[in-house]
């Protein structure tokens, strides 16, 4: 079974700082990965799709790259903000009804 | 345009109880998905949906029945509610299973 993995559980940085955060995964026979934000008591907002062919994908100040065969992918967020602050979630797509989520990781940007 | 919205947002349940949740998407998808998300354990598919009048079983469907009657709604019924169904479920849905996911605000449901 796929396991995904994103560590640390939680992070805080200084408002300002770059800061990457980081997702693994035991199989890479996968379709795409998708990055999320979870803000408290909330849904899930994508914030970057990756096909499996692809080695990365950028949106402002977000951007994702992929790493199949080493099973691990990052998100790289430049010049954090507070409005930042919020738990960041990677999933893997293997199939239809093959979606496998990490537990997260929560990010605290302080002012 | 309300991507995908979810019925009700809190439900309190006594232990044997029933409910379903309605989950809606007006962004023409095929596929549609119910997910729970509990502390410590990420989010864990319960059933999904291929298109009209499809479903099939996730990685944890025991307890729970669903039901795509029209494409834009997907139906999540507990017939028989249990205090492990406490969570809080969120429903999405994509063009096809390796499109990008769009979710819903979740419901959370206690189970008494």
């Known amino acids: 079974k796929q396991e995904v993995t994103q560590i640390p559980a939680a992070l805080s940085v200084p408002e300002g700082e770059n800061l990457v955060l980081n997702c693994s995964f035991t199989?890479?026979?996968?379709?795409?990965l998708q990055w999320f934000r979870q803000d408290p008591g909330k849904g899930l907002t994508s914030l970057l799709l990756?096909?499996?062919?692809?080695r990365e994908q950028t949106s402002g100040r977000l951007n994702a790259s992929l790493d199949k065969s080493s099973g691990r992918s990052t998100l790289y967020i430049a010049a954090s903000q507070p409005g930042d602050s919020a738990t960041y979630l990677c999933a893997v797509i293997t199939g239809a009804n093959n979606l496998f989520f990490g537990t997260g990781t929560r990010l605290t940007v302080i002012p | 345009n309300a991507g995908v919205t979810q019925t009700p947002k809190f439900r309190v349940l006594k232990t044997g109880q029933s409910m379903t949740l309605l989950c809606a998407q007006d962004m023409n998808h095929e596929y549609m998905y119910w997910y729970r998300q509990d502390p410590g354990m990420g989010l864990r598919l319960i059933h999904y949906s291929v298109g009209e009048g499809t479903t099939a079983k996730g990685e944890v469907p025991d307890g729970y029945n669903v039901s795509r009657l029209k494409k834009q709604n997907f139906l999540l019924g507990l017939e028989s509610a249990a205090p492990s169904q406490t969570s809080v479920y969120f429903c999405?849905?994509?063009?096809?299973?390796?499109?990008?996911?769009?979710f819903g605000p979740g419901t959370r449901l206690t189970v008494l």
């Open positions: 999405a849905s994509s063009y096809t299973y390796y499109n990008e996911q769009f």
């Open positions: 990756i096909q499996s062919s692809q």
């Open positions: 199989d890479s026979a996968i379709y795409n």
